[in-house]
């Protein structure tokens, strides 16, 4: 679809998220899923920008995402998505250097996704995290969602060194922002609208 489409890359969810109702899509561990996606990319030319959702949370051992960097690697993917859902500084900064130093291994990138309803939920936590970090190979992914719904100005993009950004989730959603986490969390999922749809 991407082909027929026009475009020239797609972003995959392969790191299983653990939802209720999730349908996987781990090519780390589904031999035949990582050889039916190679042969796309190769007979369609539409490249794999990036995976997710590398998360850091309470009790993550980041070794776990191994498996899955190094079969997107053997895939040519450069970069890996993360978000932070724990609140402890220190623990989230050592997780997301841990997490850093595990990609660099496969010339990957590590870029935070600031969520409204998650830990590190705006653009100046998450540039105080990646300074903090001192690794070269990270990113920051604007949710366009996410970057309304934290209300970030657009000035604050000014101080991001240009490099941190490697791609965007380009987005619209209604004006009204949810004030509790099950509605933000909702609509984020399930109710997202095309580019111009909405107010952003």
Same mark, same amino acid.
């Given at each position: 679809?991407?082909?027929?489409?026009? $475009?020239?890359? #797609?972003?995959?969810? %392969?790191?299983?998220?653990?939802?209720?109702?999730? +349908?996987?899509?781990?090519?780390?561990?589904?031999?035949?899923?990582?050889?039916? *996606?190679?042969?796309?990319?190769?007979?369609?030319? #539409?490249?794999?920008?990036?995976?997710?959702?590398? &998360?850091?949370?309470?009790?993550?051992?980041?070794?776990?995402?191994?498996?899955?960097?190094?079969?997107?690697?053997?895939?040519?993917?450069? @970069? +890996?998505?993360?978000?932070?859902?724990?609140?402890?500084?220190?623990?989230?900064?050592?997780?997301?250097?841990?997490?850093?130093?595990?990609?660099? &291994?496969?010339?990957? *990138? /590590?870029? +935070?996704?600031?969520? *409204?309803?998650?830990?590190?939920?705006?653009?100046? %936590?998450? &540039?105080?995290?990646?300074? =903090?970090?001192?690794?070269?190979? /990270?990113?920051? +992914? /604007?949710? #366009?969602?996410?970057?309304?719904?934290? &209300? #970030?100005?657009?000035?604050?993009?000014?101080?991001?060194?240009?490099?941190?950004?490697? $791609?965007? @989730?380009?987005?619209?959603?209604?004006?009204?922002?949810? *004030? =509790?986490?099950?509605?933000?969390?909702?609509?984020?999922? /399930?109710?997202?609208?095309?580019?111009?749809?909405?107010?952003?």
């Amino acid at each position: 679809i991407a082909s027929r489409a026009g $475009y020239n890359t #797609v972003s995959l969810r %392969t790191i299983p998220m653990g939802l209720a109702g999730e +349908v996987t899509h781990d090519i780390a561990r589904d031999k035949n899923l990582f050889n039916e *996606t190679k042969h796309a990319i190769e007979e369609t030319g #539409v490249k794999i920008n990036d995976i997710e959702n590398a &998360k850091i949370y309470d009790g993550v051992d980041i070794k776990d995402y191994e498996p899955s960097l190094e079969a997107a690697a053997k895939l040519g993917v450069r @970069h +890996v998505l993360t978000n932070i859902w724990t609140s402890n500084k220190k623990y989230y900064t050592e997780k997301f250097c841990e997490l850093c130093e595990l990609a660099a &291994k496969y010339s990957q *990138t /590590v870029n +935070v996704e600031f969520v *409204t309803w998650a830990s590190v939920n705006n653009l100046q %936590t998450t &540039k105080e995290l990646l300074l =903090d970090s001192g690794f070269e190979n /990270v990113g920051i +992914v /604007v949710d #366009v969602l996410h970057f309304y719904r934290s &209300k #970030v100005k657009l000035d604050e993009l000014n101080s991001i060194p240009k490099q941190w950004f490697n $791609y965007i @989730h380009l987005c619209d959603c209604e004006k009204e922002i949810p *004030t =509790d986490e099950e509605s933000l969390i909702h609509t984020g999922r /399930v109710e997202r609208l095309y580019p111009g749809e909405g107010a952003i």
